[in-house]
């Protein structure tokens, strides 16, 4: 196991007294094991030399990472198939709070602050100090008259003791400034992804407005790609499927009562319009019934099989 992090059960806590973060397996085979992060960069996948190797089929081999900065700790994904969810939220970037769960493929991991007091040492040899106390009294005495010396011999130049200050250490304020810079950079990124978003959710309501279905269906499944489980992509995309579903319901029940009165060519016009609308997907069974129904009534109207052209104005618009 790497050296980023300290694997322990569930219930057993790092030796060393500290403040330390952890991310415990809550399912699969390593349930029950507490990873405690000890380097700032560790990665999650199924790779051999992954920090933290989970045996997780949906998990890549370097499926997501978690890295801190400053006081913070932030999970990010790193390019994974299914990607990476915290507290049910798809993420690309997410900062980690107490609590918080993190599925990586099927794994669940929840992440934890445990601090470890320090423990009190007992120093044998004390037992017998306080009986050569009085003997050892006057190198006590001397040491302080020598310091009381040197404090009232310094106390007047205060400028010099205010140049001996050590300087300000500045690395917290450094930590803070890389947090702010990467939380500035992801809300930067989540405007830019609304943005374009708006941009695709405007053209696929444009076509289903015009009822081209599959192009509006395209435009959706693009969204999402962007932004997977959006749920305004994924009512849009829901949404024009049934509107699909819906008018090609309404072509078949109007076919079907136009060849039940007789009335063979508007009969075949209603199912050159479901074959106009499915042109795009011939394996659909709804395409294919269509096109078999076109054939039969083109025999009872006398007609060479296959002598409609349902598509010409499909091809002469390309």
């Not at 024009?240 to 579903?245: N, P, Y």
Request: charged letters at 30%; aromatic letters at 8%.
């Amino acid at each position: 196991m790497s050296k980023s992090v300290m694997v322990l059960k569930h219930f057993e806590s790092p030796k060393e007294a500290g403040v330390y973060h952890r991310l415990v397996c809550l399912t699969g085979p390593s349930k029950g094991e507490s990873y405690v992060l000890t380097g700032n960069r560790i990665i999650i996948g199924r790779s051999e030399k992954a920090d933290i190797r989970i045996n997780d089929a949906k998990a890549s081999r370097e499926h997501a990472e978690i890295t801190k900065a400053g006081d913070t700790w932030f999970a990010t994904d790193l390019g994974s198939q299914n990607g990476v969810v915290v507290n049910e939220k798809k993420i690309t970037q997410q900062s980690l709070a107490e609590g918080d769960k993190l599925i990586v493929g099927q794994t669940v991991f929840k992440f934890a602050r445990v601090e470890v007091a320090a423990k009190a040492k007992v120093n044998k040899e004390e037992e017998g100090e306080e009986k050569g106390t009085n003997k050892s009294f006057l190198p006590f005495l001397i040491l302080i008259i020598i310091f009381a010396s040197l404090f009232l011999f310094d106390g007047g130049n205060d400028e010099a003791t205010v140049a001996k200050q050590p300087p300000v250490n500045t690395y917290q304020n450094m930590n803070n400034e890389f947090v702010s810079a990467i939380q500035k950079r992801q809300a930067t990124e989540n405007k830019q992804m609304k943005e374009k978003l708006t941009v695709i959710y405007q053209r696929g309501l444009r076509e289903l407005r015009e009822r081209n279905y599959f192009r509006a269906i395209h435009e959706f499944n693009l969204a999402l790609i962007i932004a997977p489980g959006d749920s305004q992509a994924e009512y849009y995309l829901r949404k024009t499927k049934e509107e699909l579903d819906k008018e090609i319901e309404g072509f078949t029940a109007k076919a079907q009562r136009d060849e039940e009165s007789l009335k063979y060519q508007s009969s075949i016009v209603s199912y050159c319009a479901i074959i106009r609308l499915l042109y795009t997907v011939p394996d659909d069974p709804r395409h294919k019934n269509a096109i078999m129904q076109i054939n039969e009534l083109e025999t009872k109207l006398g007609m060479e099989p296959g002598g409609t052209d349902c598509l010409k104005k499909q091809r002469a618009s390309r």
